[in-house]
């Protein structure tokens, strides 16, 4: 006879803790057994969305279960732990959190519970994409050894790969998260911006990029980033950055500060594909004089 599945209470079913949810809750991974969101109104979103578990207005109001996960933002983990302290009053579940950033000894509050974290490297932004795409990300596991080992098993009956950190590699290995990740939406929107002050529409700058932009990604992961570099600083084309820059100078600020940032990391990029000299002090100086 199969054994139960562990029960999972999940404080803070925002779109991670309803994608993982549903997930577990189709597969047979977990129960689910209460979800307790800000608002009654959000909880009973969540609800219907994962299709299981009791909507609970407080934490204190949550049914006992083999596992709980704090998914509320980074900012209220901590305080998030400290409530749940003292609901667990000394029981021995396992208390997980999904922040990147974070290590699982901010739960410490909630021992002698078993306390991890598990941060999925994936984006999401839509919990109904998620549970199509979710399979094949890769989920950082760390903390106590009986909880990762846990954790391990509950992602890999979803499709997820594993990588295990300890606590002085988590701020760092989020970091690097954030500037592929986040960062490419925030230089998308940026290049929008521009597309927008050429009079160019929305909806067709985002037509015209897809391709490119999905091309660029898979290069760059097909053959590293120096080989992937393509356009006029791999070039060695100083005139084109120069005229570029001026044009920005119009548009927005920021904008271009962010092209002569970008513009003096891909200086060092191209030298690594032989770049010569004598363009990369043409292209450091067009790019130097923009900033001053």
């Given at each position: 006879?199969?054994?139960?599945?562990?029960?999972?209470?999940?404080?803070?079913?925002?779109?991670?803790?309803?994608?993982?949810?549903?997930?577990?809750?189709?597969?047979?991974?977990?129960?689910?057994?209460?979800?307790?969101?800000?608002?009654?109104?959000?909880?009973?979103?969540?609800?219907?969305?994962?299709?299981?578990?009791?909507?609970?207005g407080h934490i204190a109001d949550l049914p006992d279960a083999d596992c709980w996960l704090i998914a509320t933002g980074d900012a209220?983990?901590?305080?998030?732990?400290?409530?749940?302290?003292?609901?667990?009053?000394?029981?021995?579940?396992l208390v997980f959190h999904c922040s990147g950033a974070l290590p699982a000894s901010v739960l410490e509050p909630c021992r002698p519970?078993?306390?991890?974290?598990?941060?999925?490297?994936?984006?999401?932004?839509?919990?109904?994409?998620?549970?199509?795409?979710?399979?094949?990300?890769?989920?950082?596991?760390?903390?106590?050894?009986?909880?990762?080992?846990?954790?391990?098993?509950?992602?890999?009956?979803?499709?997820?790969?594993?990588?295990?950190?300890?606590?002085?590699?988590?701020?760092?290995?989020?970091?690097?998260?954030?500037?592929?990740?986040?960062?490419?939406?925030?230089?998308l929107d940026q290049s929008l911006k521009v597309f927008a002050a050429a009079g160019i529409a929305e909806s067709s700058a985002r037509?015209?990029?897809?391709?490119?932009?999905?091309?660029?990604?898979?290069?760059?992961?097909?053959?590293?980033?120096?080989?992937?570099?393509?356009?006029?600083?791999?070039?060695?084309?100083?005139?084109?950055?120069?005229?570029?820059?001026?044009?920005?100078?119009?548009?927005?600020?920021?904008?271009?500060?962010?092209?002569?940032?970008?513009?003096?990391?891909?200086?060092?990029?191209?030298?690594?594909?032989?770049?010569?000299?004598?363009?990369?002090?043409?292209?450091?100086?067009?790019?130097?004089?923009?900033?001053?």
């Open positions: 006879m199969q054994a139960a599945a562990p029960t999972l209470n999940i404080i803070g079913a925002g779109r991670l803790g309803r994608t993982l949810a549903r997930l577990w809750s189709e597969r047979g991974v977990f129960t689910i057994a209460g979800l307790c969101n800000r608002s009654n109104e959000s909880t009973a979103s969540a609800r219907e969305f994962i299709g299981a578990g009791k909507i609970c209220d983990i901590a305080a998030t732990a400290l409530l749940l302290a003292r609901r667990l009053d000394g029981q021995r579940p519970a078993t306390l991890a974290s598990a941060h999925p490297v994936h984006s999401f932004a839509e919990p109904q994409h998620s549970l199509e795409a979710f399979a094949g990300s890769t989920v950082t596991l760390e903390g106590d050894d009986e909880g990762r080992a846990l954790l391990g098993r509950a992602f890999s009956a979803v499709g997820c790969e594993l990588l295990t950190l300890n606590p002085q590699q988590k701020v760092l290995y989020h970091t690097g998260s954030v500037m592929a990740c986040n960062y490419l939406t925030v230089l037509k015209l990029l897809e391709p490119i932009v999905t091309q660029t990604v898979r290069n760059n992961f097909a053959l590293g980033p120096a080989r992937a570099l393509t356009g006029p600083i791999a070039r060695g084309d100083g005139e084109t950055v120069a005229r570029q820059l001026h044009a920005l100078a119009q548009v927005d600020e920021k904008i271009l500060n962010s092209y002569r940032t970008l513009g003096q990391a891909g200086v060092e990029l191209a030298k690594k594909s032989g770049l010569d000299e004598k363009q990369v002090r043409q292209l450091e100086s067009i790019l130097r004089e923009q900033a001053q």
